[in-house]
């Protein structure tokens, strides 16, 4: 996976329109530091960094011996105006399309751009997963992210053959998230109330 950084100058409404000449970029550099594995976690690697106007972000992977998914959780520091931040990453899968959930249901979104229209689709609403397929195999990608300064963005990637419900990702997205906010529950409950300590 790749982090870039790019240019975000909309031509109307700041914060809203998302432009299609977004090829000003700039990858960011990483600091990989490798962090001791515990219980069923295989490996567990975590890298730091800083860019722009302050802003510095955390990025850990797991790897767990009884899951298919490699799981990612970035935390991020933002200090940045008309700047994106975007993960990318390269795939080994010829798709014409992608499948993608909107707030219902799913919808396939083309990958290529030969038509104007197919132009216009650079952006796309997604909630929970995102899927790119072949006739034989295919990779998912799973978000669950919350935060306002300080960003969680917690996600994973996970390989899979056949198409996506053969894999069942609908399942997979479902429980991921599920398991992501009820950690996040914990954590939040566990937090001292800033209200209570100043009284």
């Given at each position: 996976?790749?982090?870039?950084?790019?240019?975000?100058?909309?031509?109307?409404?700041?914060?809203?329109?998302?432009?299609?000449?977004?090829?000003?970029?700039?990858?960011?550099?990483?600091?990989?530091?490798?962090?001791?594995?515990?219980?069923?976690?295989?490996?567990?690697?975590?890298?730091?960094?800083?860019?722009?106007?302050?802003?510095?972000?955390?990025?850990?992977?797991?790897i767990r011996a009884d899951s298919p998914m490699v799981e990612y959780l970035l935390i991020i520091y933002w200090a940045?105006?008309?700047?994106?931040?975007?993960?990318?990453?390269?795939?080994?899968?010829?798709?014409?399309?992608?499948?993608?959930?909107?707030?219902?249901?799913?919808?396939?979104?083309?990958?290529?751009?030969?038509?104007?229209?197919?132009?216009?689709?650079?952006?796309?609403?997604?909630?929970?997963?995102?899927?790119?397929?072949?006739?034989?195999?295919?990779?998912?990608?799973?978000?669950?992210?919350?935060?306002?300064?300080?960003?969680?963005?917690?996600?994973?990637?996970?390989?899979?053959?056949?198409?996506?419900?053969?894999?069942?990702?609908?399942?997979?997205?479902?429980?991921?998230?599920?398991?992501?906010?009820?950690?996040?529950?914990?954590?939040?409950?566990?937090?001292?109330?800033?209200?209570?300590?100043?009284?």
């Open positions: 996976m790749l982090l870039y950084v790019y240019d975000d100058v909309p031509l109307y409404w700041d914060a809203w329109d998302v432009m299609d000449y977004l090829e000003t970029h700039k990858p960011l550099n990483l600091t990989m530091v490798t962090d001791p594995t515990t219980g069923g976690v295989v490996g567990v690697y975590r890298w730091t960094g800083s860019f722009g106007n302050g802003s510095r972000f955390e990025w850990y992977t797991f940045e105006n008309h700047k994106f931040l975007k993960a990318e990453w390269p795939v080994d899968v010829l798709a014409r399309e992608a499948t993608i959930e909107p707030q219902f249901g799913h919808l396939a979104c083309p990958t290529h751009i030969n038509t104007s229209r197919e132009l216009a689709k650079f952006e796309v609403c997604g909630c929970k997963w995102m899927d790119i397929s072949q006739a034989d195999k295919g990779v998912t990608f799973i978000t669950a992210k919350y935060g306002w300064h300080r960003h969680f963005i917690h996600y994973t990637v996970c390989s899979h053959d056949g198409s996506f419900q053969e894999a069942e990702v609908i399942q997979r997205a479902y429980e991921f998230k599920t398991i992501v906010e009820k950690n996040r529950r914990s954590d939040d409950a566990e937090q001292p109330n800033d209200a209570e300590d100043e009284n």
